[in-house]
């Protein structure tokens, strides 16, 4: 997935897993100090975005993940993995649910894998699960960081900082406003 900010001027494209990014803007001094006084944020929009919506979601993720997850409120952010039978990750997902649909953004190109394997797990569990990748991207507000969330953003907000869950249509014109 390629992130529209690429297209921005003197955006430098990343290589190896952060692919499909910006690496930098050409002023990384200019662009750290703009992350360290809040006035500026990470594109993660090469992630990949899950969503589990239905009434058994939280019961039933707490059966496949390593968190707690059956008594996860609103808003609260939690991370979790999926481990293979010989305790190896298979997965790291960074989790929100807003009451009604747990959000998760996970490494690039896995999101597929990740589902099929959800997907296989569902037996009679009232579940669903999409991939809103092409929908959605992710940014990383760090913490301190003075931009607004947009009106019915998804936010993943821990100590170091936000992750918005942002309509992909809407990246470019939070870029130029942040």
Do not use: C
Request: hydrophobic share 40%; net charge negative.
């Amino acid at each position: 997935m390629k992130s529209p900010l690429l297209s921005l001027p003197a955006a430098v494209p990343a290589e190896g897993p952060d692919e499909g990014v910006a690496a930098h803007y050409g002023d990384l001094f200019r662009e750290q100090r703009a992350l360290s006084t809040g006035t500026g944020f990470v594109d993660l929009s090469h992630r990949g975005v899950v969503k589990v919506s239905g009434a058994d979601r939280l019961g039933w993720l707490h059966l496949l993940l390593t968190q707690h997850m059956s008594e996860l409120p609103p808003g609260q952010a939690t991370e979790a993995l999926i481990l293979s039978a010989h305790g190896h990750i298979e997965h790291a997902l960074y989790l929100v649910d807003d009451g009604e649909t747990t959000w998760a953004h996970v490494e690039p190109g896995t999101q597929s894998a990740l589902i099929a394997y959800l997907e296989s797990m569902k037996f009679f569990y009232r579940v669903e699960i999409q991939d809103a990748t092409d929908e959605y991207a992710v940014v990383h507000l760090p913490a301190g960081s003075i931009a607004d969330n947009p009106e019915g953003t998804v936010v993943r907000e821990t100590a170091y900082g936000r992750d918005l869950f942002l309509p992909r249509a809407e990246l470019e014109a939070f870029a130029a406003a942040n």
